[in-house]
């Protein structure tokens, strides 16, 4: 033992080394530590403390986690470089604290695989969650990756492993007993440029928020190199939003864009696209631009939705527009809400940035809820 001075108690100082990689179950992982970890511990009359400063890697050996089966290989060398991976505890007579800080990591290493498709990680950050009952601390690893599916066909996800460190000494266990709590999917991303045509496509994963409940939304997108555009929403969910009991929603949209000149329906003007779709226990309410509509749950609501693109035929410069009209029934099958939208440019194409830019702009909006307009 040796004294730190004569105010000072006591103390001791221990070298620990492993004799190979330390087994993390917070992270389903190993750990291999560097010789610059280090942890430190203080037992006292006044307090009981402890700081753990890691730094090294950590690699899976092909293991499973909810749905994905994750491989960064069996060498150090192969899995994820990280520094400053510090977590901390101080009991004193007065209070009591856990702290925790995920530290900096690299991903120049070789290649890794998720359901053995190649991977690129692109970003790891921890995000701390609310704790329940005897968790001191809970949280999610966040990895964001990027899937090489081809040449032509890849994707982008955020993967994110949920874990908590609780306190069993109530119960005669451990007093920090970390527990993997499994893995979710924030989003999917996937990008396709072939031939014939260019897919952009994204889903967002929803766990227990507040309003929309647990479910998913997704938008795909399609142009086509003959110049014709599609594009599809689809939302499904349970929640228990404005209600005293779980109920399912879904709304689905899809809609198609023309080249010119379109499909003439009147001497020089066309339509240049068309949508609709339809939803089921949701309210759509005016956004506060009074242009488009906000979806949320409401149940017993259902309605439908059709959108159409006029434009000037040969030169969509003079005139276009989008169109939009909304009904939205109560169970009953009585009309509650009936709309219309409309947007449009005079002096401009229809591609977005051109919009930005018309000599006049304009909008009208019709809405009679309830019969109130």
Request: glycine share 12%.
């Given at each position: 033992?040796?004294?730190?001075?004569p105010?000072?108690?006591?103390?001791?100082?221990?070298?620990?080394?492993?004799?190979?990689?330390?087994?993390?179950?917070?992270l389903?992982?190993?750990?291999?530590?560097?010789?610059?970890?280090?942890?430190?511990?203080?037992?006292?009359?006044?307090?009981?403390?402890?700081d753990?400063?890691?730094?090294?890697?950590?690699?899976?050996?092909?293991?499973?986690?909810?749905?994905?089966?994750?491989?960064?290989?069996?060498?150090?060398?192969?899995?994820?470089?990280?520094?400053?991976?510090?977590?901390?505890?101080?009991?004193?007579?007065?209070?009591?604290?856990?702290?925790?800080?995920?530290?900096?990591?690299?991903?120049?290493?070789?290649?890794?695989?998720?359901?053995?498709f190649?991977?690129?990680?692109?970003?790891?950050?921890?995000?701390?969650?609310?704790?329940s009952?005897?968790?001191?601390?809970?949280?999610?690893?966040?990895?964001?990756?990027?899937?090489?599916?081809?040449?032509?066909?890849?994707?982008?996800?955020?993967?994110?492993?949920l874990?908590?460190?609780?306190?069993?000494?109530?119960i005669?266990?451990?007093?920090?007993?970390?527990?993997?709590?499994?893995?979710?999917?924030?989003?999917?991303?996937?990008?396709?440029?072939?031939?014939?045509?260019?897919?952009?496509?994204?889903?967002?994963?929803?766990?227990?928020?507040?309003?929309?409940?647990?479910?998913?939304?997704?938008?795909?997108?399609?142009?086509?190199?003959?110049?014709?555009?599609?594009?599809?929403?689809?939302?499904?969910?349970?929640?228990?939003?404005?209600?005293?009991?779980?109920?399912?929603?879904?709304?689905?949209?899809?809609?198609?864009?023309?080249?010119?000149?379109?499909?003439?329906?009147?001497?020089?003007?066309?339509?240049?696209?068309?949508?609709?779709?339809?939803?089921?226990?949701?309210?759509?309410?005016?956004?506060?631009?009074?242009?488009?509509?906000?979806?949320?749950?409401?149940?017993?609501?259902?309605?439908?939705?059709?959108?159409?693109?006029?434009?000037?035929?040969?030169?969509?410069?003079?005139?276009?527009?989008?169109?939009?009209?909304?009904?939205?029934?109560?169970?009953?099958?009585?009309?509650?809400?009936?709309?219309?939208?409309?947007?449009?440019?005079?002096?401009?194409?229809?591609?977005?940035?051109s919009?930005?830019?018309?000599?006049?702009?304009?909008?009208?909006?019709?809405?009679?809820r309830?019969?109130?307009?």
């Open positions: 033992h040796l004294s730190q001075g105010v000072d108690s006591t103390y001791f100082q221990l070298t620990v080394e492993p004799n190979g990689p330390v087994y993390a179950s917070l389903k992982g190993k750990l291999h530590l560097d010789q610059t970890s280090n942890i430190m511990a203080h037992v006292g009359p006044q307090e009981k403390s402890f753990i400063e890691l730094d090294g890697t950590l690699t899976w050996d092909t293991i499973t986690l909810g749905p994905h089966t994750i491989d960064t290989g069996t060498l150090p060398t192969d899995g994820f470089k990280f520094e400053g991976l510090v977590t901390g505890y101080s009991r004193t007579t007065a209070n009591s604290g856990f702290n925790f800080d995920f530290g900096t990591w690299g991903f120049a290493s070789p290649q890794k695989k998720i359901n053995q190649p991977i690129t990680v692109t970003e790891m950050n921890f995000n701390t969650m609310p704790t009952g005897d968790e001191l601390i809970n949280g999610k690893l966040n990895m964001d990756v990027i899937f090489n599916l081809s040449s032509d066909i890849g994707g982008r996800t955020t993967l994110g492993l874990a908590s460190i609780e306190d069993k000494s109530s005669g266990g451990n007093k920090f007993s970390p527990k993997f709590n499994g893995a979710v999917i924030d989003s999917i991303e996937i990008q396709a440029n072939m031939a014939a045509v260019n897919i952009h496509g994204l889903i967002g994963f929803r766990n227990n928020d507040p309003v929309f409940g647990n479910g998913f939304s997704g938008t795909l997108t399609a142009a086509f190199k003959a110049g014709i555009t599609a594009s599809a929403l689809a939302e499904f969910g349970n929640t228990n939003y404005a209600s005293s009991n779980l109920y399912r929603y879904w709304r689905v949209e899809a809609n198609a864009n023309f080249p010119a000149p379109g499909i003439a329906f009147l001497p020089g003007m066309a339509f240049r696209g068309f949508g609709g779709g339809a939803y089921n226990n949701m309210d759509a309410s005016l956004s506060s631009s009074g242009t488009s509509y906000n979806f949320t749950p409401l149940k017993s609501n259902y309605g439908f939705i059709a959108k159409t693109i006029l434009a000037t035929t040969p030169k969509e410069e003079s005139f276009n527009a989008d169109c939009e009209l909304l009904a939205q029934f109560s169970q009953s099958n009585g009309i509650t809400d009936i709309g219309f939208l409309g947007d449009f440019y005079i002096g401009a194409t229809l591609q977005p940035s919009r930005s830019k018309a000599k006049i702009i304009g909008y009208a909006c019709i809405i009679d309830s019969n109130k307009k």
